[in-house]
């Protein structure tokens, strides 16, 4: 445990040399502009960053790619909720409620809200990775198949806490999703299921085309055939200062909420095989299940922001 914190904070002094530090702040400069594009993501941003890191040591290019890597769905929060637009994954679920706040004029609040939840998120689950680690590696490499299936069924159960009131077409969506989910290549008996022939599909339906299909399509077309613009008229449509630190407060205010969120990030991202969508989604439903203004969620509740951004952020070091 000793040999582990030396490492630890060796590694710290390195990071915060001027040379590291430079292509840290460079690194997260690309990443954010790589989230807030649609249909780009952090596996794309390593991708193109490849080769910039040939003649670098391990460590920079460490340093470099993990900073591309880490900010990007911190990025995708800003489409997500300013364009109603997932501009990575994880983001889907912030849209159900930070879209609407947008379109109520107060979209600086929920830009405030989600950016503050995704930094103290990192941090958490940062955190989570330097105390737990020895602790949690093996309880990570005992999860089999049974464990996997029981933690997919508690996915497909947080439908029924998110359609309280409209259970059919919750039940109706979770179907169409599991219709969306059989089309691709099939890992454990190597078949190809509903791909037509096409190479494409071979990896199945990406999230983020299709959340493109879904949620961005319809709000141009809404806006075209009105000619308006995203938000009410009858609301104020520019970003102050003041509503984005009240959305800064607001994640202080649901300190507790927060912690629980980032605590499930930290959790899915630790469970090989589960991923940030689901992460982000199991904080929305108990983020939903545990307020007292359950109700107004997915009219714009300010909630519905910091559960899934804390889960998003927080799952990068437990992952």
């Known amino acids: ?41 952090g ?44 501009g990575t994954e994880p983001n889907a679920a912030t849209i159900i409620d930070g879209f609407p706040m947008t379109q109520q004029g107060r979209g600086g609040r929920a830009l405030g809200a989600g950016l503050m939840s995704s930094l103290l998120g990192g941090l958490f689950g940062a955190l989570v990775l330097v105390i737990f680690i020895p602790v949690l590696l ?41 219709i969306i989910s059989f089309v691709g290549y099939q890992g454990l008996t190597a078949m190809h299921r509903f791909t037509f022939d096409s190479l494409y599909l071979y990896d199945g339906i990406k999230l983020v085309p299709l959340g493109l299909g879904l949620f961005a399509i319809p709000v141009i077309i809404d806006l075209t055939a009105k000619g308006t613009i995203i938000t009410d008229k009858s609301k104020k449509n520019t970003v102050r200062q003041s509503e984005v630190w009240e959305g800064v407060k607001d994640v202080f205010r649901h300190f507790w909420l927060f912690i629980r969120c980032s605590a499930i990030g930290a959790w899915m991202g630790i469970l090989p095989g589960v991923g940030g969508t689901v992460a982000t989604f199991i904080a929305y439903g108990h983020a939903r299940a545990t307020s007292k203004n359950r109700d107004n969620f997915g009219n714009g509740e300010v909630e519905g922001v910091i559960g899934p951004e804390a889960a998003n952020n927080a799952k990068e070091g437990g992952a």
């Open 138 to 178: 093996p309880i990570a490499l005992a999860f089999k198949s049974p464990e996997l299936f029981l933690l997919i069924i508690l996915g497909l159960l947080c439908i029924v806490i998110l359609s309280k009131g409209h259970l059919l077409k919750g039940i109706l969506s979770g179907v169409l999703g599991l």
């Open 1 to 41: 445990m000793l040999d582990q914190l030396h490492l630890i904070v060796e590694s710290l002094f390195g990071l915060f040399s001027f040379y590291n530090f430079t292509l840290m702040l460079t690194g997260i400069a690309i990443g954010f502009v790589f989230g807030i594009i649609p249909g780009l993501s």
């Open 43 to 86: 596996l794309v941003a390593l991708t193109l960053m490849l080769p910039l890191i040939y003649e670098m040591d391990p460590n920079s290019a460490l340093v470099f790619l993990l900073s591309s890597h880490a900010i990007v769905t911190t990025g995708g929060s800003i489409s997500a909720i300013l364009l109603g637009i997932p």
